[in-house]
């Protein structure tokens, strides 16, 4: 793991004011333990409590049904490695300098896990990191170390505290498994905070043993745009690159090899998955994926019905993989009933950002649009929070942060851009007078896989404004309420002039408040080939 020098960061003057209230009571009888479950790549739409008609998701559900749901918290960067660093320093991806996948995390700065250490608390880490300088601010961490970080399905790679492993097993169960290790290992004198972090949903979607084809007989309902064709839309839609149409892949996403055709290409990177499996998983999966693999060459499937066919192998894969992180889940919660923490613990539940399942006929993240943008979040804490509420407040990934050190009795340094959500989460979900009216957002992955141009923007209640740039320079403006799914960019309708002009003055005194004051030209400079080499050299 790559061990990051101390290197000169550059913090930029905040706005003395903040768009929302971020007091601390200070009024705290005992620490909270907490333990903060977080997945890659799930989204509300695969999660029953958010009225999601996919599958029952019971464990996430409970949560939800005894403590609140989020209902607009969204990503400030839809990526994995960015919003991992603003979840652990509550700030965007210009102040914590992590804004795409090929940077390194300077540990060396300020992280909440540092802060409660600092304040009496244990820390630790299991699972997705993805972050490639080694942790800091843990007691205890083991990280994946895989596959650039982001980990193996079957028998994964660890690397715990500074020692390279591997477990047998399938991923979610075994980071389970060593989270509880954690917790029965644990000084018991002072409180915890426990990142469980999972690899899955993640691409390719491979499920445990155990839940092989266990959706092979069910049929998914379709989104409404599932053949979008991009019209209402600028360039950034038209030219991505992670459509099920054309960007789906017949080895690794649809697993359409047979063992004799992984035999002769060994280094088939989902023949190298399927070899690091036991051999009776991969009977198994061979009589999993025999009927998928007919299917496709029997010449039947072309056009639409084959972008409908791949759209169900899809959900086939993903929500079976999601099925153990639920379980997962459940094991948890059991687990802190038994040992009598459930009701002393902050129990959160969320996703590195959401995903697209099928809308606008695409798999991936990256875009400033709903489906991924928004985070699945419901939180238990009884202490703090009414069971079965809701809250409609405008919430960030940067909001963790200063949530759990204002809960901790720590005071949130003034630096921190997140604000706490323990008014909203003490007042049933209730949105406080002074809160934030928009949420920022700012991607920088391009070009890379999946081209998504870079943009920011803003979403308030009701608009969304958006500004692809780079290589472009366009806007898009939505109507959340009449336009949910994004179909319709309304930024050039008269009849919406006047919302325009204060979106652009809203976006303008937003930027100014998180520091973000020349997003175009500072990504020029910055993006210049592949830092995390170049940072390496520089070592
Ligand atoms: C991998 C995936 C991409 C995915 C990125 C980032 N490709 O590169 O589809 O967008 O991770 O995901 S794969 O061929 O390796 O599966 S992230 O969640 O880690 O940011
Ligand atoms: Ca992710």
Redesign the pocket.
């Known amino acids: 793991m790559y061990n990051h020098n101390t290197k000169l960061f550059l913090s930029l003057p905040l706005a003395a004011a903040s768009l929302a209230s971020c007091g601390n009571d200070g009024n705290q009888p005992k620490q909270p333990n907490i333990l903060f479950i977080m997945t ?2 799930h989204t509300t739409q695969a999660m029953s409590c958010y009225g999601g008609t996919l599958f029952e998701t019971p464990n996430m559900d409970r949560i939800a049904a005894e403590g609140m749901r989020f209902d607009n918290c969204y990503a400030a960067n839809a ?3 960015p919003s991992r660093a603003c979840i652990l320093t509550g700030k965007f991806s210009h102040e914590n300098g992590f804004t795409d ?1 090929a940077c390194v995390f300077n540990g060396d700065q300020q992280t909440f896990p540092k802060l409660l250490q600092g304040a009496g608390y244990e820390t630790a880490i299991v699972g997705k990191w ?1 972050l490639i300088s080694e942790p800091q601010g843990f007691d205890f961490w083991s990280v994946l170390s895989g ?1 650039e970080e ?1 980990g193996d399905y079957y028998d994964p790679q660890f690397e715990q505290m500074g020692e390279e492993i591997t477990e047998k097993g399938y991923v979610t169960e075994i980071i389970t498994r060593k989270a509880i290790e954690y917790l029965e290992s644990r000084d018991r004198s002072k409180p915890f905070c426990l990142m469980m972090h999972h690899k899955a949903p ?3 979607w491979m499920p445990a043993p155990q839940n092989l084809g266990i959706y092979n007989d069910r049929v998914f309902p379709e989104p409404e745009n599932l053949f979008d064709d991009y019209s209402g839309r600028g360039t950034a839609a038209h030219s991505q690159d992670m459509s099920l149409e054309n960007t789906f892949t017949e080895d ?1 996403d649809l697993k359409l090899l047979t063992r004799e055709e992984m035999l002769a290409n060994p280094s088939n990177r989902l023949a190298k998955v399927y070899f690091r499996m036991p051999e009776d998983v991969q009977a198994k999966w061979d009589s999993v994926y025999a009927g998928r693999i007919a299917e496709y060459r029997s010449g039947g499937l072309k056009g639409r019905e084959l972008v409908r066919w791949k759209y169900q192998q899809y959900m086939r894969d993903y929500l079976a993989t999601v099925l153990s992180v639920d379980q997962s889940i459940g094991q948890m919660l059991d687990y802190l009933e038994k040992s009598g923490e459930l009701d002393n613990t902050i129990i959160v539940y969320t996703s ?1 950002q959401g995903f697209f399942l099928g809308e606008h006929g695409w798999f ?3 875009f400033m649009y709903e489906e991924c943008q928004r985070m699945p979040v419901v939180v238990r804490y009884p202490a703090a929070i009414k069971p079965g509420s809701t809250t409609s407040a405008l919430s960030m990934n940067v909001d963790f942060a200063p949530t759990f050190l204002d809960f901790a009795g720590v005071p949130v340094p003034a630096d921190i851009q997140g604000c706490s959500l323990r008014p909203v989460m003490e007042n049933a979900g209730v949105v406080p007078q002074d809160w934030r009216e928009a949420v920022y957002y700012h991607y920088y992955e391009y070009p890379a ?2 081209s998504v141009k870079r943009h920011y923007g803003i979403r308030t209640d009701r608009f969304k404004l958006i500004h692809f740039y780079n290589d472009i320079d366009e806007w898009e403006m939505y109507d959340m309420v009449n336009d949910p799914r994004e179909m319709h960019s309304i930024y050039d309708d008269p009849a919406y002039a006047a919302e325009r002009l204060y979106l652009h003055e809203l976006l303008d005194k937003t930027q100014q408040q998180y520091g973000d004051t020349d997003p175009d030209e500072r990504e020029r400079v910055l993006f210049h080939g592949d830092r995390r080499y170049m940072d390496r050299q520089n070592k």
Do not use: A
């Open positions: 890659d790549d990526l994995s490695g996948n993805h596959q982001q993640h691409r390719n690794w590195d991936d993240k990256r896989e999946h």
